[in-house]
């Protein structure tokens, strides 16, 4: 009766807190079903901490919770009977345990139609598991073991703004039109460390930022951004391009702020269209630069630059063959120029 009273007149306290979304029946109830092996903190009663536990199993998951972070453990599977009741949960964070796509057992995420956020980094999954709720927003799966996205896995998912699946085993053949349908809100997807060696086919044209570091692409299609018209962020550090495989004006979308190359074999600089604002060049094969070749049409010296010139102000060419002074006519061109690393 004491411990009854004690929890009452805590809640008593911060019930201005509680109050928007919860009544003091369901947060004492709640805090009388948190398992025994987690934290269920009375100033944040809809979350369940159960991470760096040492679990190889999940808990009973008491109904009400939103927020399940059950990180750092050795959990393999993902039980449907210990979250049968969590079927309010938001947020579930399953990083760093080791969880087999077998181990993620039928229907678990079936009564979860408001998860918004799915964290499963650093787990042993070989393929991204399915069904998924349609309430989704953020998917990540990084440093995996998946090597394959079956095919009509995302469709429906038309809340998924975020998808990373960088550090897996991804080929070509998994990355396909067919594999990413669905993906109709689509902002970010991360697909760096991975075994690709050919620009990703089917991308929604809601992408706004693309991750390709670490893999083994060689050339870029012609025109593959066209049907990009929102695309920002470009990172395609440590490839293989060659500027054989690079269009000179691929990257002549008005769209693209900022573009990243590094540690590739490129011997040209590509042309650099005029809303570039950040551009990575850095640890390639090139031996010269000149404005005269990299200068976007729109550049007129006679019109304020801030207005219809080139937004060009960060650019690294270290680590090439290039040798300084810098050429005049990059700066002239170039003129909101902030930082030139050489």
Known sequence: MKVRLCIILNLILIGSVFSQ????????????ACPKECRCPQDFPRAVYCDSKGLTAIPTIPPHTWYLYLQNNNIE???????????????????????????????????????A??????????????????SLEHLRLSRNRISKIPAGIFSGL????????????????????????GLNSLVQINLAKNQLTAMPIGLPP??????????NIEKIPEGY??????????????????????????????????????????TEVPLIPSGLEHLYLDHNKISTVSGSGVCPDSANSSEDPNESGPHLRY????????????????????????SIII
């Not at 990083?95 to 079936?110: D, P």
Request: net charge negative; charged share 20%; with cysteine.
């Open 158 to 181: 038309n809340k998924l703004n975020l998808l990373d699946l960088q550090s897996n085993k991804l080929m070509d053949d998994a990355v396909t039109e067919v594999s990413l349908k």
């Open 77 to 115: 599977v993902l039980s449907a009977e210990a979250l049968r009741n969590a079927t309010q949960l938001r947020w579930l964070n399953l990083n760093r345990n080791k969880i087999t796509s077998t181990g993620v057992e039928q229907g678990v995420f079936s009564t979860m139609v408001r998860l």
């Open 225 to 266: 951004f066209k049907g990009l018209p929102k695309m920002s962020f470009i990172r395609l550090n440590y490839n293989k391009l060659a500027s054989s495989g690079v269009p000179n004006d691929v990257f002549n979308v008005s769209s693209i702020l900022d573009l990243q190359l590094s540690h590739n074999q490129l």
């Open 315 to 338: 650019l690294r060419l270290d680590g090439n063959e290039i040798k300084p002074p810098i050429p005049s006519d990059i700066l002239s061109c170039f003129r909101l120029l902030t």
């Open 206 to 215: 809601t992408t706004t930022q693309l991750f390709l570091d670490g893999n």
């Open 117 to 134: 956020h799915l964290y499963m980094d650093d787990n042993v999954l070989s393929s991204v598991p399915s069904p998924l709720p349609s």
């Open 21 to 32: 979304d919860m009544s003091y029946e369901e947060i004492l109830a709640q805090l009388q």
